[in-house]
């Protein structure tokens, strides 16, 4: 799979939106981008994954560059719950098996 | 909603006990993996399965095993347990008709 870079931390203000970012510069026409988040003391959970278009869900929206090789993960309004690691993850279309989990993003969320 | 259960969310053992940690997922799920995550290391896959009775070794399986009887429980087998695996092991479940991972909460292991 294809290698993604993500900053180590980022902050956000309550009810403020938060735009996650990924670069992926190898990304090929097959891989999928997919956002998992881990709450402390939780396993990952599903986000949100796309191919080309935009996607949007009840927990976020997923915007893809036009080229692909970066993506943005948007929380519309960011809440404490949301405090969390997010991780960027590339996927070849079709497969099952293991997602490799890189450092991810630790998101904080201020009050 | 769709659950992947682990039987303990904390243990305490000490070094050379035999140590099972169990996992059960209620979605028909084919696949299924057992993680375990350290600070600065993130998640390692250990073992997974992808059909009863199947077992696949992941990128970290010396020192333990797993256990597949049943489509939906998979278990972790640590057969004599060392400090270095104090860690948090995490399963998750798979659909083979979809690449989403569904985890369970984690069980956290001391080795003592």
């Known amino acids: 799979d294809a290698k993604t870079t993500q900053p180590n931390s980022m902050e956000s203000n309550e009810e403020e939106p938060v735009h996650l970012p990924c670069n992926h510069s190898?990304?090929?026409?097959?891989?999928?981008i997919h956002w998992y988040r881990q709450l402390p003391s939780q396993g990952p959970e599903y986000v949100i994954h796309?191919?080309?278009s935009n996607v949007n869900n009840r927990m976020a929206s997923l915007a893809i560059a036009e080229d692909r090789k970066s993506s943005t993960l948007i929380l519309h309004r960011a809440t404490l719950r949301d405090a969390a690691v997010y991780y960027c993850?590339?996927?070849?279309?079709?497969?099952?098996?293991?997602?490799?989990f890189g450092k991810g993003t630790k998101l904080s969320v201020k009050p | 909603d769709v659950k992947v259960t682990q039987s303990s969310r904390y243990l305490v053992k000490r070094t050379g006990e035999k140590v099972f940690l169990e996992c059960v997922q209620d979605m028909d799920h084919e696949n299924m993996f057992w993680y375990r995550q350290d600070p600065g290391l993130g998640l390692r896959l250990i073992y997974f399965s992808y059909d009863v009775k199947m077992k696949e070794k992941g990128d970290i399986p010396e020192g333990y095993s797993v256990s597949r009887e049943k489509k939906e429980r998979f278990s972790l087998i640590l057969e004599s347990a060392s400090t270095n695996q104090t860690s948090m092991y995490l399963c998750?479940?798979?659909?083979?008709?979809?690449?989403?991972?569904?985890f369970g909460e984690g069980s956290r292991l001391t080795v003592l």
């Open positions: 190898t990304i090929s026409g097959t891989d999928y």
């Open positions: 993850i590339l996927r070849y279309g079709g497969s099952q098996g293991n997602l490799i």
């Open positions: 796309g191919l080309t």
């Open positions: 998750a479940s798979q659909g083979r008709n979809t690449g989403e991972l569904f």
